[in-house]
């Protein structure tokens, strides 16, 4: 689902995108992934699920590219995670 938030092109114009998603580490959401990230979204205050599960699959020093670094930070300091958020 992150890949849905960030992709618009069907002719292969976002290069830069599809060379960093081959470095990217994507894993599964399970039923218990996606509860803990429910619970994330309330204690941070954030209305924002798919942040919230980023957040809680984060293991310390993964980088988190967003373009909204105030949220993922919030909800990084809610999950007591070491995740290092890289605002782009």
């Not at 959401?29 to 919230?52: K, N, Y």
């Amino acid at each position: 689902m992150v890949v849905a938030q960030v992709w618009r092109d069907r002719r292969g114009r976002q290069v830069n995108l599809a060379r960093l998603l081959q470095a990217t580490d994507v894993r599964a959401v399970s039923q218990r992934d996606g509860r803990e990230a429910g619970v994330l979204q309330q204690t941070a205050g954030s209305s924002d699920a798919i942040d919230a599960t980023v957040v809680l699959l984060a293991s310390p020093g993964d980088r988190i590219l967003t373009s909204d670094p105030g949220d993922i930070a919030r909800l990084a300091e809610a999950a007591g995670t070491r995740a290092i958020v890289v605002p782009c």
